[in-house]
Structures are given as structure tokens and as C-alpha cells.
């Protein structure tokens, strides 16, 4: 069964509008998540490291003040798309990690979030 | 800078066996990764390699040589389902995850 649950599976909103994306994992404690956005036909692009009780990490060109991201519980990040536009449709997807188990264990994804911008 | 190469994409038919290459030049090794993306969904974890060799899992088989900095993924008894992309995954020093592009696997009937 899933062990990363994503939500909402699709969007579809208005230019300008904010868009709330919620990442939880299900059966374990998760101090890191991931956030990544892929464009179609393209790989996965990581966009930010979600840690649970500070700041994200943001990757280079990624910003910070557009994508917001929270980590206020050991099971739950949300990334929030301030002002969205067209260009920012893509696929969204999180992933989390099961540190208990060791370092090297795998991530578990979420189902992604389609955001449709119009 | 920290690199993962893999064909972009291949062809093969159903029935048959497939290999997909993976060489990488990262910052450390802490193991690597193959998932499997269909189009339009999210990855799913197929297999874990931290030392060289070959780890069986059913139809599917991955292998790994830490001094080559490669690895591939076996794919036998091809079936139609098994059309995705298969990407490659480094975990590195700072145990952060460096993702290949990703190998588009077509299968023909």
C-alpha cells in the first residue's frame, strides 16, 4: 500500500490563483521530504528539501517566495504555489524517507499533483 | 559537478530481455537506486545496490560495480507493461539523491 500520500491528484485554477499541495506519510515519521516538479518528457527536477521544524533548502533557481513550503509535523510538508501561473503548470511530486530504517533506504512517492494553470 | 548518464531511450520486444546502462560520477556513494515511471505517475522503487553485484528480484535484476561506476538493469520476459522510464539514482556523500534523465523503454509487440 501507498506509504506517501499526496493531495490533491489534480488542480486546475486560474492565473494568479494559490495552490495548496499536501504531502503526508502514512505508516512513518518522516524529518525530511522532497519536493520535486517535472515538466513533460523531462526528468525530475528537485526543487526544495522539506525539514520538519526549520527552513527549507531550496535548489539554485528555485524561489523560495513562490514556493512555499512547510514541514510543521514529523507526517506532514505542503508546498503552496503563491500566484500561480501558466508557466508554472507541471507535475508536482513529494517524496519522503524512512530514516529509522537506515540511511539508505528508498523514497517513497507521492502520486503527484497535475497542476493545470489556465 | 556530479553526473548520471543513460541512454535516453530503447527499444525492445516482448518476450525478450532488456539492459539498461547507468554510469555515474558522483561526490561519495551511498548506493543506488532504479525506479520505474509510467507516464503521468509518480516513480515506484524497483531495487537498492550499495555493493557490487547482482541482485535478483523476479523478472527484474539489477547490478552494480562500485570501481566502474555503473550499474545496469536486466529487464527479462519483457511485457507491454513494462513500457516506462526507468531512472537511475545516486545516493551521495550528503545522502541526497542525484537523479538521472531517465531511459524511455518502448516494447513492441
Known amino acids: 500500500g501507498a506509504v506517501v500520500s499526496q493531495h490533491p491528484s489534480w488542480v486546475i485554477c486560474k492565473s494568479g490563483t494559490s495552490v495548496k499541495i499536501e504531502c503526508r506519510s502514512l505508516d512513518f515519521q518522516a524529518t525530511t521530504m522532497f519536493w520535486y516538479r517535472q515538466f513533460p518528457k523531462q526528468s525530475l527536477m528537485l526543487m526544495a528539501t522539506s525539514n520538519e521544524g526549520s527552513k527549507a533548502t531550496y535548489e539554485q533557481g528555485v524561489e523560495k517566495d513562490k514556493f512555499l513550503i512547510n514541514h510543521a509535523s514529523l507526517t506532514l510538508s505542503t508546498l503552496t504555489v503563491t500566484s500561480a501561473h501558466p508557466e508554472d503548470s507541471s507535475f508536482y511530486i513529494c517524496?519522503?524517507?524512512?530514516?529509522?530504517?537506515?540511511?539508505?533506504?528508498?523514497?517513497?512517492f507521492g502520486d503527484g499533483t497535475r497542476l493545470s494553470i489556465l | 559537478g556530479q553526473n548520471i548518464d543513460q541512454p535516453t531511450e530503447m527499444t525492445a520486444t516482448e518476450g525478450a530481455i532488456v539492459q539498461i546502462n547507468c554510469t555515474y560520477q558522483t561526490s561519495g556513494f551511498n548506493g543506488l537506486f532504479w525506479y520505474q515511471q509510467h507516464a503521468g505517475e509518480a516513480p515506484t522503487f524497483l531495487s537498492y545496490?550499495?555493493l557490487d553485484g547482482l541482485e535478483e528480484k523476479g523478472r527484474f535484476s539489477s547490478f552494480l560495480s562500485r570501481s566502474k561506476g555503473y550499474s545496469y538493469l536486466l529487464l527479462k520476459e519483457l511485457q507491454m507493461k513494462d513500457s516506462a522510464s526507468y531512472l537511475c539514482?545516486?545516493?551521495?556523500?550528503?545522502?541526497?539523491?542525484?537523479w538521472g534523465a531517465g531511459t524511455k523503454l518502448i516494447i513492441k509487440p
Open positions: 545496490n550499495v
Open positions: 517524496s519522503a524517507r524512512d530514516h529509522r530504517k537506515g540511511d539508505g533506504q528508498p523514497q517513497h
Open positions: 539514482a545516486v545516493l551521495d556523500s550528503n545522502y541526497q539523491l542525484i
